[in-house]
């Protein structure tokens, strides 16, 4: 077994304000990295920065990280944290901003880097520590070392060293208690996915599988009593603490594993067509279920009792979240895009053998 972790977690209301002592270990200046709204709108953004002050920590709020957060933005971020003479710097935000802050301490501790933010050997400065503050469930970037970034050419690649992991990271489910609908199913079917591909991963070892399984049975029931949620009904908070709690789980499973495919042929849905990174991932889990059942039925069989569950009901809820797209692609188009599978060292992780006609045999029948 094998297990790292340096974060130092809290979670719980009102976390920040009253952890905030703890912030002032890092600094005296700290860049705080957001996407647009988000922040302000979940409450956190107001906790942070009322802990700062209690801190005396003064701070430079940096709010362009979009969406699917591109290297340009990020080398932004690190330009205005060094401007800013930052110490430190703390995301607030779901999987976007979090892993954009991680980006932006690197560059910010290597000024004129680029694309080399990608090979990690080539930094050569430490990244500045890193303060995560989650407002979404799903992600678990929290607690992991990646970052996932797009390129200029619009294409996803992940950091994955254990320099970006956060020193500090909070989460308070009340943050997320403004997400919309959608958003919810999405980052809470990514939080569940997390789970299952680590599991299916060959790299999974019983310590990581510990956290899959935990992760699911904490998450899957929460997630499946908000698909069937009415339009006007809105999770409790207790709910909401459940799938936040199953997606810091998703997150130390997939620490020592990553995923296997269903997250990295859901890129390119989200590169080309934009689907939400949750639905993108959640639409090849049926494909994932069917895989494993086929090519390690035991561990299938394992993994269904420790969790309480199995491949129907859970098939039955990744078609019931992800919304139907009404996307079309061709066999050019699926030719085209095959040869980036070919040595992908996620699909090769994916236990059992996953072959380059069964990943377009899945395009095929899900387009
Ligand atoms: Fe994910």
Not at 208 to 219: E, I, K, Y
């Amino acid at each position: 077994m094998q297990f790292y972790m340096p974060t130092e977690l809290i979670t719980g209301e009102h976390c920040v304000v009253e952890n905030a002592a703890k912030l002032a270990r890092y600094g005296k200046r700290c860049l705080i990295v957001t996407g647009g709204s988000a922040a302000a709108r979940s409450g956190a953004l107001q906790d942070a920065e009322e802990a700062l002050r209690s801190q005396g920590i003064s701070f430079t709020h940096y709010a362009g990280i979009e969406p699917n957060p591109t290297l340009a933005s990020c080398q932004e971020g690190g330009r205005l944290a060094q401007e800013a003479g930052a110490e430190f710097v703390l995301g607030i935000g779901g999987g976007s901003p979090l892993d954009a802050a991680k980006a932006v301490s690197v560059f910010a501790a290597n000024p004129g880097m680029t694309e080399e933010i990608f090979y990690s050997a080539k930094w050569d400065h430490a990244p500045l520590p890193i303060v995560l503050i989650g407002t979404t469930a799903g992600t678990g970037s929290e607690v992991t070392s990646v970052s996932v970034l797009t390129d200029s050419a619009g294409k996803k690649h992940s950091i994955h060293d254990r320099r970006v992991y956060a020193a500090l990271a909070m989460g308070d489910a009340r943050y997320t208690m403004t997400l919309p609908r959608a958003a919810t199913l999405s980052t809470g079917i990514d939080a569940i996915c997390h789970c299952i591909e680590s599991y299916f991963s060959k790299k999974a070892d019983p310590f990581s599988r510990l956290f899959s399984v935990q992760g699911v049975r904490l998450g899957l029931p929460v997630l499946r009593q908000v698909a069937e949620m009415g339009a006007e009904e809105q999770p409790t908070l207790q709910q909401r603490e459940a799938l936040y709690q199953a997606s810091i789980l998703g997150g130390m499973a997939i620490n020592p594993t990553g995923t296997v495919f269903p997250h990295n042929v859901g890129y390119y849905l989200t590169e080309h067509y934009g689907i939400p990174h949750g639905f993108a991932s959640a639409t090849f889990l049926p494909e994932l279920l069917k895989h494993v059942r086929q090519q390690a039925p035991e561990l299938c069989e394992r993994f269904y009792k420790a969790c309480g569950t199995g491949e129907e009901e859970l098939t039955a809820l990744a078609k019931r979240v992800v919304p139907v797209r009404g996307i079309r692609l061709s066999e050019d188009e699926i030719r085209a895009a095959l040869p980036r599978w070919e040595n992908n060292g996620t699909v090769r992780n994916t236990v059992g053998t996953v072959t380059m006609e069964e990943i377009a045999d899945m395009l095929r029948k899900e387009f």
